[in-house]
């Protein structure tokens, strides 16, 4: 949280280290996924939220970004689940 309110610029989602293994090595393996898809638009709001919150620190977008983080945890869980279930085959 040491960025909040700085105005400091952030890296996009597709920029994080992530996000470079999303759309590379993380995609050929398990874009096939539907839960792997359901990624995409939580992940790129995170990074949105997260860039407004360091442009102006306001409790309202503090908020949106734990929503939103919220979010990509549950598609997170949903894609472990998912790949769980291909592997016991």
Not at 55 to 69: D, F, H, I, M, V
């Amino acid at each position: 949280m040491a960025k909040v309110g700085t105005g400091e610029k952030l890296s996009d989602h597709t920029g994080c280290a992530f996000g470079r293994w999303y759309v590379g090595e993380g995609g050929r393996q398990f874009g096939h996924l539907p839960s792997w898809r359901a990624i995409d638009e939580p992940h790129r709001l995170v990074h949105v939220v997260g860039a407004t919150l360091v442009r102006e620190a306001r409790a309202e977008t503090a908020e949106e970004l734990a929503q939103a983080s919220l979010e990509l945890l549950r598609c997170f869980v949903a894609l472990k689940k998912e790949i769980a279930k291909i592997t016991k085959g």
